[in-house]
C-alpha cells in the first residue's frame, strides 16, 4: 500500500478527515522549505503538497504565481526540489508528499529519469494540472513502474461521460477543483460541492479531497464534511511571503504558518466530533 | 530539396486527439476539458454546413474585403535580380491584417454557441484589434489581454482597441509579453467558461484551436494558388512566410503541403542573431515540450522553464508555435529559417521605398529571407510571400530604432 493510501487508511479508520497543504518550493526563499514542510507536519498536516515552480503556472491565481515567480528567481528547480524532499525524508519516513506542477519540467527531464529520480527521493504521488487523461499514458506508464501514485484533478465542468476516464487512470486520491476558476480565487458553494463530491463517490472508491478557496477554519469544516480531505494552499502561501516581505524572520513565518494551520485543523477535527455525536 | 507528403496524410491532420504527430494535443486543466471538448462538437458540426460556410464568405467578401490581391512587386524584385516576388495582400484586409480572417469565423463560433463575452490574447495588437473590431460588429463584450510591455511598445494599437469598445488587461506576470498574456486568457477562461468564449489568435493552444485557425487562414493560401495559376499560369516555385504562432504562414502554405514542386520556408524571429541565444526562434534553436496546452517547440532552459524572447517585433516574440508547425519541420516539407532583426529592418526600409508598401515588422521577417532566396533563384522562377500585415502600427518603433523622435 503506497504510503498516501496507507494514510487515507488511517484517517479513515479514526474516523479523521485529511488536512493538505500546499507550498511551493523555494519560496520565499530556498531555505525555508524543508523545515517550513516539518512545521506544518507538526502543525496537523497530513499529506504534503509540493509546488514545482514553473514560468508558466497557467491554471494559478495572482498569489501562487508570485509564489513561482519568487522560487524561479530564486533558481529553484525540479532537480533542487527532488532534493529537498530528499532532506525532508531524512526527519520525516512517514508523511505522504506529492509533487504538483506543470508538464514541461517533468517532460524535459524525461519520464523515466524523473520517476527515478523522484521515488528515490521520497516522492509519492505527482499531479499534473495541465495532463488530463487523454495525454497522461506516457507519465503514467513510468509512475506506475515506480509505484508513485498520479492524482488528478475533476472540475466542476467535468460531465458525467469524463468521470470514469480520469477515475480509471488516478490513484492515491482524487483532487476536486471546488470552483471554475485559478486557485485562491472566490468563495464557495459548499451544497454545490457535496453535489459533486457525491457524483465523484459514485465512480470511485478512492478518497475525494477538495481544494481551491479554502481559507480559513470555516471553510475547512463545512468542506470536511462533505469531503475526505480539504487542500490549503494560497491562504498559506500568502501569509508566508507576506511575514518574510515585511521583514520577518523564518522562524515567525512558520509560526504564523502553523497558527493558521492549527486553526484550520481544529475546525476540521471539531467537525469530526460534531457529526460523531 | 524538401521531402514529400502523401496528400492523404496531410488531410488526416491533426487525429481526433488533436495531434499532429507527437505534437499537439490537450494539456490543459481539467475545467477546461469540457468546453474544448463542446468546441471541437460545435466546429465539427458546423465547418461541414453549407450555412455557416456561406456566413463566413459572405463576411470575408464583404467586411473583410477579400480576395485579397496577389500582386507582383516588380520595383523590389528587379532590384534584387533573381525570382519574381509576389506578395499575398493581407495588409489590405479590414484592420490592416491576415489576423481578421480568424477572427470573423470564430465569432461566428461564439455567436453560434451563444456566448455574449469574447476574450483574447495579443501581442503586437493586431488580434486585439480584429477580435475588438468583430466583437464591436456583433455587440459582444471584449476583453483583451496583453503584456505590459507590449502595452507601451504598441500604444496606437492599445487606444485603437479603447475605441472599439473593448477592455484591454496589461499583464504584468512573467515577462510581461505575449506568452503571459495567453497565461492571462486562459485563466479568465477557466474562470469565466460559462458564458466565454476564447478567441485564440494563433494556430497555437489546445487542440481544436490549431485546427480551426488554421481551416479559416486556409483561405489565404487557396487564394494565393487560384492566383498564382490565374497569373502566372503555373504555381509558384516557393513559399514564404514569417512564422510567431505561424498562422499567416499555415494558412498560406497548407493548400499547397501536396504540391511537391514548391518549396516552402517559414521565417521566424532572429533578434539579435540565433548565435546569441536572444531571439524567438523555437523551431531553428529550440526543442519539444508543452506549454500553452500543448506540445509543441520551445524556447526553454535545461530545466524545462520556458525562457524569454526577444524580438524588435511584438507578434513574432513567442517561445512557441504551432503545432502543425513543429510536425512540418520533423517531417521535411517546410524548411524553417530565421531572419534577425537588422535584417528584418533593412527590408522593411527597401520594400516601403521600391514599392511603397509598408510591411509589418513581422512581415519583414519574411520579405528579408524572400530577398535572400530570390537572389539564388531565376528571372523564370516565382516567389510568394504573404505580406501579412501594415506596418503603421510600426511607425513609432522605426523611428525610434532610427534615432528620429516624432
Not at chain 1, 479523521?16 to 530556498?30: E, H, M, N, Q, S
Not at chain 2, 479603447?162 to 509579453?177: I, Y
Not at chain 2, 510567431?244 to 520556408?265: K, M, T
Request: net charge negative.
Amino acid at each position: 500500500m503506497s504510503r498516501i493510501a496507507q494514510r487515507f487508511a488511517d484517517l479513515s479508520a479514526a474516523g479523521r478527515k485529511a488536512l493538505i497543504t500546499y507550498v511551493v518550493a523555494g519560496d520565499p526563499t530556498p531555505g525555508l522549505t524543508v523545515p517550513l514542510l516539518h512545521a506544518l507536519v507538526d502543525a496537523g498536516a497530513d499529506v504534503i503538497e509540493v509546488g514545482v515552480p514553473f514560468s508558466d503556472p497557467m491554471s494559478e491565481g495572482p498569489v501562487i504565481q508570485r509564489g513561482h515567480e519568487r522560487a524561479l528567481k530564486n533558481r529553484v528547480r525540479l532537480r533542487d526540489v527532488l532534493s529537498m524532499v530528499s532532506e525532508f525524508r531524512e526527519k520525516d519516513p512517514d508523511t505522504p508528499l506529492l509533487l504538483m506542477g506543470y508538464a514541461n519540467p517533468v517532460e524535459h527531464m524525461g519520464y523515466p529519469a524523473f520517476a527515478d529520480a523522484a521515488v528515490k527521493a521520497g516522492v509519492d504521488g505527482l499531479l499534473t494540472v495541465d495532463v488530463p487523461p487523454e495525454e497522461v499514458e506516457r507519465v503514467n506508464r513510468e509512475l506506475k513502474r515506480v509505484g508513485m501514485d498520479n492524482i488528478f484533478l475533476i472540475a466542476p465542468t467535468t460531465p458525467e461521460a469524463r468521470l470514469h476516464l480520469i477515475t480509471d487512470q488516478a490513484s492515491g486520491f482524487i483532487y476536486y477543483v471546488s470552483l471554475k476558476g485559478v486557485t485562491g480565487a472566490g468563495n464557495l458553494d459548499i451544497d454545490d460541492v457535496s453535489d459533486h463530491v457525491s457524483r465523484i463517490r459514485l465512480c470511485t472508491e478512492l478518497p475525494v479531497c477538495v481544494g481551491f478557496g479554502i481559507k480559513d477554519a470555516a471553510s475547512a469544516a463545512a468542506v470536511a464534511r462533505v469531503a475526505d480531505g480539504v487542500v490549503v494552499g494560497s491562504a498559506l502561501v500568502s501569509l508566508v511571503a507576506d511575514v518574510i516581505a515585511g521583514g520577518g524572520e523564518p522562524a515567525e513565518a512558520m509560526a504564523a504558518a502553523a497558527s493558521l494551520l492549527g486553526e484550520i485543523r481544529s475546525g476540521i477535527d471539531a467537525r469530526s466530533v460534531t457529526d460523531a455525536l | 530539396m524538401t521531402s514529400k507528403l502523401d496528400s492523404r496524410l496531410i488531410a488526416s491532420m491533426p487525429d481526433a486527439q488533436g495531434r499532429f504527430g507527437d505534437y499537439g494535443g490537450k494539456f490543459v486543466s481539467e475545467t477546461l476539458m469540457h468546453a474544448l471538448a463542446e468546441l471541437d462538437d460545435v466546429y465539427r458540426m458546423l465547418s461541414k454546413d453549407p450555412d455557416f460556410q456561406r456566413e463566413f464568405d459572405h463576411d470575408l467578401a464583404h467586411y473583410v474585403g477579400r480576395p485579397s490581391p496577389l500582386y507582383e512587386a516588380r520595383r523590389w524584385s528587379d532590384m534584387i535580380g533573381g525570382a519574381r516576388i509576389y506578395l499575398k495582400r493581407e495588409d489590405l484586409n479590414h484592420t490592416g491584417a491576415h489576423k481578421i480572417n480568424n477572427t470573423v469565423g470564430q465569432a461566428l463560433l461564439a455567436k453560434h454557441m451563444g456566448k455574449p463575452r469574447v476574450i483574447a490574447e495579443t501581442g503586437a495588437g493586431q488580434h486585439g484589434v480584429a477580435t475588438a473590431t468583430i466583437a464591436a460588429r456583433l455587440g459582444l463584450e471584449c476583453h483583451v489581454f496583453m503584456g505590459a510591455e507590449d502595452v507601451q511598445r504598441q500604444s496606437l494599437n492599445v487606444y485603437r482597441m479603447k475605441l472599439l469598445g473593448a477592455t484591454v488587461v496589461p499583464v504584468t506576470s512573467g515577462s510581461s509579453t505575449l506568452k503571459d498574456a495567453m497565461n492571462e486568457a486562459m485563466r479568465d477562461w477557466v474562470t469565466n467558461v460559462d458564458n466565454t468564449f476564447y478567441i485564440i489568435g494563433s494556430v497555437a493552444g489546445p487542440h481544436p484551436y490549431p485546427m480551426i485557425v488554421r481551416d479559416f487562414q486556409c483561405v489565404m493560401g487557396r487564394e494565393a494558388r487560384a492566383q498564382s495559376l490565374a497569373q502566372t499560369g503555373r504555381l509558384p516555385d516557393a513559399l514564404v512566410a514569417c512564422v510567431g504562432g505561424g498562422s499567416n504562414a499555415i494558412g498560406l502554405f497548407h493548400p499547397f503541403l501536396q504540391d511537391d514542386a514548391v518549396e516552402i520556408y517559414g521565417v521566424e524571429a532572429g533578434g539579435h542573431g540565433i548565435g546569441t541565444g536572444r531571439h524567438a526562434a523555437p523551431l531553428s534553436a529550440g526543442s519539444p515540450g508543452v506549454l500553452h496546452g500543448n506540445r509543441t517547440y520551445l524556447m526553454q532552459d535545461e530545466d524545462g522553464q520556458i525562457t524569454e524572447t526577444h524580438s524588435v517585433s511584438a507578434g513574432l516574440d513567442y517561445p512557441g508555435v504551432g503545432p502543425e508547425h513543429s510536425w512540418l519541420k520533423d517531417t521535411g516539407r517546410v524548411t524553417y529559417v530565421s531572419a534577425d532583426d537588422t535584417e528584418a529592418l533593412a527590408a522593411f526600409h527597401r520594400v516601403t521605398r521600391t514599392e511603397g508598401i509598408m510591411p509589418a515588422l513581422e512581415t519583414a521577417h519574411a520579405l528579408a529571407y524572400a530577398e535572400k532566396l530570390a537572389a539564388s533563384m531565376t528571372p523564370e522562377q516565382t516567389i510568394v510571400v504573404n505580406l501579412s500585415g501594415r506596418g503603421d502600427k510600426d511607425i513609432l518603433t522605426v523611428a525610434k530604432i532610427d534615432g528620429i523622435e516624432l
